[in-house]
């Protein structure tokens, strides 16, 4: 496993192990393992000297925790957090478990965008950008999208990790091309969501609905 550098995760413990630059202090993280459709919470070890404690969180605030989280990853491929495949999806539950969110009321069983649209449908959990023309989504809500001249009924999927009258700020993965392990996380900006098209990573796509999360 390896993340850019400049990664944000949650710190949950220390201990002692082997001396490296003068200390043994190894600081653990949470973390999240994902393989065939199945998520395991976990944890890493890293050496102190390669961490800067930055900020002190608090295990309350599992919003914004998510948000500082998902930011840092932008320029992270997918292959590091060992999703592939197409990880859009995926990558929105990833986060939610490594920020330790009671994902109870979050659809992680089902790893296809189209999927997860109609389980959050019949939880009165989605709000269709056609039939609610004009709206403003939250942070921490999920954007859904469809390609332009798709045949889907979904394509993509992102988080939004800023709103600022109809601009929202996304951070989005599995963008790129080949190896879908390469693809990466990436920050996009929307610049008015009330639009009916928008460009992501130079692909036009339809904006067809937000996700409506509650994070606890």
Request: hydrophobic fraction near 35%.
């Amino acid at each position: 496993t390896k993340v850019s550098i400049g990664c944000t995760l949650p710190i949950i413990g220390y201990a002692e192990g082997q001396t490296l630059n003068g200390t043994n202090l190894w600081v653990k993280v949470r973390w999240c393992e994902y393989d065939n459709g199945s998520f395991t919470v976990t944890s890493r070890y890293i050496h102190k000297s390669f961490v800067e404690e930055v900020v002190k969180l608090d295990p309350s605030q599992k919003l914004q925790t998510l948000l500082d989280i998902a930011r840092s990853l932008v320029g992270t491929m997918g292959g590091n957090l060992n999703l592939k495949g197409a990880w859009c999806q995926t990558l929105l539950y990833w986060l939610c478990y490594v920020a330790d969110v009671n994902i109870s009321e979050i659809p992680v069983h089902l790893g296809v965008t189209a999927e997860a649209v109609e389980w959050l449908d019949g939880k009165n959990k989605y709000k269709d950008h056609a039939e609610n023309p004009g709206y403003i989504p939250y942070r921490g809500w999920w954007i859904y999208y469809l390609n332009v001249g798709s045949t889907d009924s979904m394509s993509h999927v992102g988080l939004i990790v800023d709103q600022a009258g109809k601009e929202l700020t996304c951070i989005e993965g599995n963008l790129g091309t080949g190896d879908s392990a390469k693809r990466l996380v990436q920050l996009i900006k929307i610049p008015d969501c009330t639009a009916d098209t928008v460009t992501v990573n130079g692909q036009e796509k339809y904006i067809k609905g937000y996700g409506m999360i509650s994070y606890t």
